[in-house]
């Protein structure tokens, strides 16, 4: 069966760090790939998208590569804020299905 | 920046109701899907919806549940029969293909 991991449920780093979170997935073959941020109680905030022909995206500090031999996303913020703790949700997409990683709770020290 | 909106924020309503939670997906989108997120667990997709019908669905998107556009602006998820389990947060989203945007939620209480 389908089965998406991200990396760890939770993740502490200093302000100013580079976070890295990945996610892995078996048993599937996306079309593309999605990272979303969720704050407790609130819907999940698309942030970037990449397709399984796309190696990298950048978006401001943001940066995601997609490894489909691996099966494997890597998901950096750089020059990490407080303001960036949250939940980060990758997911994955074929066809008009989306399914969800369980998330990794960022929480940044300052 | 367009949003999509749900309503209500809060619903609770008795074992074994039939509930609806609506939604207003963004005007020009043309894909429409409900996710559920029961406390502490993740994003469970449900539904997607395309062309005024159900393109897929999870195995979680059983005969209790159903999906309308009644008309050009509203998308609904109807539950027949409510059970305690379906107590959840239930997000809608619509999407242009390339990015997809979610609604607050609606919090599902089944008591």
């Known amino acids: 069966s389908q089965k998406i991991e991200q990396n760890s449920e939770a993740l502490n780093i200093q302000e100013g760090k580079t976070a890295t979170l990945t996610c892995n997935y078996t048993n599937y073959s996306p079309a593309y790939l999605q990272w979303y941020r969720q704050d407790p109680g609130r819907g999940p905030v698309f942030l970037l998208l990449?397709?399984?022909?796309?190696k990298e995206k950048r978006k401001e500090r943001l940066k995601v590569t997609f490894d489909t031999t691996l099966k494997q996303s890597l998901f950096h913020i750089t020059a990490s804020q407080p303001a960036d703790s949250a939940t980060y949700l990758c997911?994955?997409?074929?066809?008009?299905?989306?399914?969800f990683g369980a998330g990794t709770r960022l929480t940044v020290k300052p | 920046e367009p949003e999509v909106t749900q309503t209500p924020s809060h619903q609770v309503t008795q074992m074994g109701q039939e509930v609806i939670l609506r939604c207003v997906p963004i005007?020009?989108?043309?894909?429409f899907y409900w996710y559920r997120q029961i406390l502490g667990q993740k994003v469970e997709f449900l539904v997607s919806?395309?062309?005024?019908?159900?393109?897929?669905k999870s195995e979680i998107f059983d005969d209790q549940f159903s999906v309308e556009r009644p008309d050009g602006s509203n998308f609904t998820l109807k539950i027949r029969s409510t059970k305690l389990e379906d107590s959840a947060m239930y997000f809608c989203?619509?999407?242009?293909?390339?990015?997809?945007?979610f609604g607050s939620g609606t919090r599902l209480t089944v008591v």
């Open positions: 990449i397709r399984e022909n796309e």
């Open positions: 919806f395309y062309n005024n019908e159900i393109s897929e």
């Open positions: 997911a994955l997409v074929r066809n008009n299905d989306m399914r």
């Open positions: 989203a619509s999407s242009d293909w390339s990015t997809d945007t």
């Open positions: 005007s020009n989108h043309l894909y």
